[in-house]
């Protein structure tokens, strides 16, 4: 990082006229800009007037010693955090604690050695060029995440009431169509456009949920008493319709009358997703599993499919938020790599734990445990 | 007295640090010596009546604003001197001998440098 000592102002303070003089001519040698105090109250003045960059501060001065100084501005907020180098004409042990006790950047000795002090002051110019840097880039980093979140959001918000309307009119049209009634291939080209109004929907409604997680407007977690056989049940009734696209059955193993305080609405985009993505890499004709298991205090859902798989390689790329992995399902089906992650955060606000297992060929099994009440919480 | 220097052999300032630190600006070295010639006197009355008064924290004070000024001017030999007045002046037993010392030390450097600027 290239620093121009120009750009930086030092502020001497001393009651000696010598040691004002020296520092001055020293550090203005150095390039920077300097200004002078002879007393503490003085060098308050100064501070509020013109900011310096970096203090030089005598300890021992009339009217205000330089501890009372560097207390005093540090309870001013925007001059608490300007680096104060403190010089004393002792190594009093005392003066170097209570020094750096009340902020102080560093400490030097007078007489100083003009390297030693030059090294210092430049030590803490890099210092504050560097953080000013920083600040700079967070603050361009945070304006950056706020657009694109802007953007997310706008575009979830906006697209996904009227593709929620294009799926509703598809499902009423396929279901309300006579299979003979129309070609073969006209047929087929309206299961793949409700298919892929299906996909747009479910990735819209993932990103604005992602973008809102990512934004911290889903912190809280709306939770109430849920029946969990219910939250199952009608997650994967809405779902079969799109698996019996690709011809896939989904069936319900076990039952459950336990009921979960939870977040009702993130436990159905939780087992949604990952029953979408077993329709989405099973083959045509397959079954997908969901499985409920009772356990002390926990419910345990198993979503289980026989399809693709996923290779070792991919399945360490899951649930990496940077690299938003995403593959092609069994029939050509794009995912957004949003649906797992949104899954793994869900959950785990729901005080449970997203598992997988899968093997490339045979397919995959993921689930995920939700704390349940016993019947006297209820 | 082993420790006491004979004022008529004590050494010249030594202007070696204030060469140094100024970067020989001659301007700045005249400047740094004018305000010692200017303030010194005044520090050495309050030496020695502080002394004399047995006032150990206005010695204390004195004596570590005196340390560096004696530093830029050379006047090495009293250093020592000075730096035991500012922590030990309530022990001393021969704190008039010392700050005594110190003033003809001062003193007669001032004269040279006056001589010199």
């Known amino acids: 990082m290239e620093i121009n000592n120009s750009e930086f102002t030092v502020l001497i303070v001393d009651d000696v006229d010598a040691n004002v003089l020296l520092l001055k001519l020293l550090i203005s040698k150095a390039g920077y800009k300097t200004l002078t105090a002879f007393n503490g109250r003085d060098a308050l003045e100064i501070v509020e007037k013109h900011r310096p960059d970096l203090i030089l ?21 925007d001059k608490a955090e300007i680096p104060i180098i403190f010089l004393s004409a002792l190594n009093s042990t005392e003066d170097i604690v209570q020094g750096f006790k009340l902020g102080a950047a560093d400490y030097v000795s007078k007489p100083f050695n003009k390297d030693e002090l030059l090294t210092r002051i430049n030590h803490q110019v890099s210092l504050i060029a560097a953080k000013r840097l920083i600040s700079r880039q967070t603050e361009e980093l945070r304006k950056t995440i706020i657009g694109r979140d802007k953007l997310y959001s706008v575009i979830a918000h906006d697209l996904r009431a009227p593709i929620a309307s294009i799926r509703m009119v598809m499902e009423v049209l396929i279901a309300g169509i006579k299979r003979e009634s129309i070609d073969d291939d006209m047929y087929e080209l309206l299961i793949m456009a409700n298919r892929l109004t299906d996909d747009s929907f479910t990735l819209l409604d993932n990103l604005l949920k992602w973008t809102k997680s990512q934004t911290g407007r889903l912190n809280t977690v709306f939770q109430d ?39 009702i609405d993130m436990v159905k985009t939780a087992l949604r997703n990952l029953i979408s993505n077993a329709i989405k890499f ?8 969901v499985e409920i298991v009772e356990k002390p205090d926990r419910i345990e859902i198993f979503v289980k499919d026989h399809g693709a798989g996923i290779s070792k390689e991919n399945q360490e790329r899951l649930f990496k ?20 992650l949104l899954c793994n955060e869900f959950v785990k606000r729901n005080g449970g734990t997203l598992y997988f297992k ?9 689930s995920f445990d939700i704390p349940t009440l016993n019947s006297n919480n209820i | 007295m082993e420790d006491y220097i004979d004022v008529e052999e004590m050494p010249v300032p030594d202007l070696t640090y204030l060469r140094s630190v100024t970067g020989d ?6 400047e740094v010596i004018t305000i ?10 309050s030496l020695k009546n502080s002394a004399l008064a047995g006032n150990h924290e206005q010695l204390r004070a004195i004596t570590h604003k005196f340390i560096p000024q004696l530093v830029y001017v050379g006047i090495l030999s009293v250093i020592t001197d000075v730096k035991i007045i500012n922590s030990e002046s309530k022990e001393m037993n021969d704190l ?22």
Do not use: C
């Open chain 2, 25 to 30: 600006d001659k301007d700045a070295i005249k």
């Open chain 2, 96 to 117: 008039m001998q010392r700050v005594e010392k110190i003033i003809k030390i001062v003193n007669n450097s001032i004269d040279y440098l006056k001589n010199i600027i």
């Open chain 1, 321 to 340: 938020s940077e690299s938003h992995f995403t593959s092609f399902g069994t029939d050509n089906e794009e995912g957004s790599g949003l649906g797992l």
């Open chain 1, 57 to 77: 501060l005598d300890i021992m001065m009339p009217i205000m010693d330089g501890h009372e100084v560097a207390r005093r501005m540090r309870e001013i907020p």
């Open chain 1, 282 to 289: 099973s083959y045509d004709g397959s079954v997908v599993e």
């Open chain 2, 36 to 45: 010692f010639i200017e303030t010194a006197p005044e520090m050495l009355t």
């Open chain 1, 358 to 366: 899968s093997q490339e060929g045979i397919g995959s099994t993921f």
């Open chain 1, 225 to 263: 008493n849920v029946d969990v056989m219910n939250l199952v049940s009608g997650v994967v009734e809405v779902l079969r319709a799109v698996a019996k696209l690709k011809n896939i059955t989904i069936n319900i193993i076990g039952s459950t009358e336990r009921i979960a305080r939870i977040d």
